[in-house]
């Protein structure tokens, strides 16, 4: 796994054996980076990667120039790992917080312009996602959500106008 575009670009991610995050591929990374580029100025925005897995969505941001993003992974081996990625890669402006998704949303007070939340793993309330995020004011006027359900198969891309 690497980083596909940025100034970071062709770095690699590479997570310990034991880790258990279904990371996003390079191909589909491409197809949302090249929409997003068109869309916004990264380094104007803010970003939200909830269960960031290996902090690969997070990294690319960070790679093209987005300096206010916030990572969210509540289990402890990915987030140290994302630490040191971010420590490896001299990133500024990414903070990465070990917290459960769903309570960070109910105490977040942030807006943000993009909000990313894959999560890889199947557990309850995941269909809630969309509107706990709404419903708390996560997002900027013009906004992006970018969810997914991986065991239904289900992604979506929000826009907020």
């Known amino acids: 796994m690497r980083i596909i575009g940025g100034n970071l670009r062709g770095k690699k991610i590479t997570p310990?054996?034991?880790?258990?995050?279904?990371?996003t591929t390079d191909f589909a990374k491409?197809?949302?980076?090249?929409?997003?580029?068109?869309?916004?100025?990264?380094g104007e925005i803010s970003v939200l990667d909830l269960f960031s897995g290996t902090g690969s969505i997070s990294y690319e941001f960070a790679s093209r120039g987005c300096t206010d993003i916030i990572s969210i992974e509540m289990n402890p081996v990915h987030s140290r790992f994302i630490k040191k990625c971010v420590s490896e890669?001299?990133?500024?402006?990414m903070q990465v917080t070990r917290y459960n998704?769903?309570?960070f949303i109910d105490i977040c007070r942030k807006k943000f312009d993009i909000i990313f939340a894959d999560p890889p793993y199947s557990i309850q309330g995941l269909?809630?996602?969309p509107e706990r995020i709404l419903g708390n004011g996560l997002v900027e006027k013009t906004a992006i959500l970018f969810w997914s359900i991986p065991e239904l198969s289900i992604s979506r891309a929000i826009p907020i106008s």
Request: hydrophobic share 45%.
């Open 16 to 23: 310990p054996a034991n880790y258990m995050a279904r990371p």
């Open 30 to 42: 491409e197809g949302l980076f090249n929409m997003l580029s068109n869309e916004f100025d990264f």
């Open 89 to 93: 890669f001299r990133i500024e402006g």
């Open 101 to 103: 998704a769903f309570d």
């Open 127 to 129: 269909d809630t996602i």
